[in-house]
């Protein structure tokens, strides 16, 4: 018997013992089941495939699954691992490489951009009286200087 002819004559069988098994097992997926079968079966030459070796087949393979997912222990959320050194340094180096390119800009951008980057995290209000701005035009200006800061940062970068 062709392996066409096993999939014709035994297809719709496996198909609802695999749905039984699945469904009994409560989180198989029969489509798996129903595959691991085959490769079971198909593996094995096909040879004299019965209704009945099939059926065993079926309940050998779901008793596999069963036994591998209670076995297998799904892990949490990955954390991620805490910085080593080598991040820490990375970081710094970053850090000190912007507040230098800061403080290149030109007119109030530095003092600015300073405060917005300062780590008490001041409010919009606490850094216009601090800089003898009005509030509202911080916004604008915060948007010129980082557009200034961009435009210098990407000819540094393509400049080498």
């Known amino acids: ?5 096993l999939l014709t004559r035994l297809g719709p069988l496996l198909k609802a013992e695999c749905a039984a098994e699945a469904a009994a097992a409560g989180g198989l997926d029969a489509a798996d089941l129903e595959q691991d079968v085959w490769v079971r079966l198909l593996g094995d030459g096909g040879a004299a ?3 009945a070796r099939l059926r065993a087949a079926v309940r050998a393979e779901a008793r596999t699954a069963r036994r591998r997912a209670r076995r297998e222990v799904p892990y949490g959320p990955v954390a ?6 080598e991040q820490a340094v990375m970081a710094a180096e970053a850090g000190r490489e912007l507040r230098a390119a800061v403080r290149r ?3 109030r951008c530095p003092r600015l951009l300073a405060a917005l980057l300062s780590g008490n995290d001041p ?3 606490e850094i216009a009286g601090k800089l003898g701005m ?3 035009s911080l916004g604008p200006v915060r948007s010129r200087c980082l557009g ?6 990407m000819a540094e970068i393509a400049a080498p």
């Open 1 to 5: 018997m062709t392996q066409s002819d």
């Open 49 to 51: 495939v019965s209704a």
């Open 80 to 85: 991620d691992p805490a910085p080593g050194v």
């Open 105 to 107: 800009l030109p007119g």
């Open 123 to 125: 409010t919009y209000r």
């Open 134 to 136: 009005s509030q509202g």
């Open 148 to 153: 200034c800061l961009r435009r210098m940062l």
